[in-house]
């Protein structure tokens, strides 16, 4: 069974701080993919990025990084000098056993001030 | 490039009757998955098509079905409707160039009175 766990509820910051986003995640799958999306108001789950179970390589894209680590099941998320229209929920989520079935974490809801 | 694209974005239903939601994937996408988003069970997997089969399904009573066409296109269709049906429905797919990559569409409201 795959299971995926976002421990944080919501989080508050102000623009331009730095705010990440923890996710955990279980599965007996050797090959997986992983992913976070992004949901506004509008309800649209937008796609911000796809890591593979066989590379641990984290990036930098634009004001977006994440941290895979297999070690310790998790894939981190993090959102430099926030801004206001970053204030959304994220979901983390998984697909393993099949292609096109992901297994959703509770999503955190980010809210960025000015 | 289009993205999925849904119909209809919102509508209202009363208890008792049944409805479909269409759901066009992206070009040469030939994956279209469903799931449904309430407050309470948050993002939870219906089913997925592929070449017009249903490949998987998740943990939701048989008043809940879909089907793909030859197109590709996807609908899906709730019978019986009950107040705890409404939700958010959203589309999916994936395949074609975009690999594993799983793309949204905007999603169908449902609201059940």
């Known amino acids: 069974a795959q299971k995926v766990t976002q421990a944080q509820t919501e989080i508050s910051v102000v623009e331009k701080e730095d705010v990440t986003l923890d996710c955990v995640y279980e599965t007996r799958d050797t090959t997986y993919y992983l992913f976070w999306y992004k949901q506004p108001p509008s309800g649209e789950l937008v796609f911000l990025i796809r890591r593979n179970s066989f590379d641990e390589q984290n990036e930098i894209s634009g004001r977006y990084s994440w941290n895979f680590q297999k070690s310790t099941s998790s894939f981190n998320f993090t959102i430099t000098a926030s801004q206001v229209v970053d204030s959304a929920v994220y979901f983390c989520a998984l697909s393993a056993d099949s292609w096109g079935k992901l297994q959703f974490g509770a999503g955190t809801q980010v809210v960025v001030t000015p | 490039k289009a993205g999925v694209t849904q119909t209809p974005r919102y509508l209202i239903k009363t208890r008792g009757q049944q409805v479909t939601l269409s759901c066009s994937p992206i070009?040469?996408?030939?994956?279209v998955s469903w799931y449904q988003q309430t407050p309470g069970q948050g993002l939870q997997f219906l089913f997925e098509?592929?070449?017009?089969?249903?490949?998987n399904k998740g943990n939701f009573p048989g008043r809940f079905s879909g089907r793909q066409f030859s197109n590709s296109r996807s609908e899906m269709n709730v019978s019986t409707l009950e107040l705890g049906d409404s939700a958010l429905y959203l589309c999916?797919?994936?395949?074609?160039?975009?690999?594993?990559?799983?793309?949204f569409g905007e999603g169908s409201w449902l609201t059940v009175v």
């Open positions: 999916a797919s994936s395949g074609g160039v975009s690999g594993n990559t799983i793309y």
């Open positions: 070009s040469g996408h030939r994956s």
């Open positions: 098509y592929f070449s017009e089969t249903q490949r």
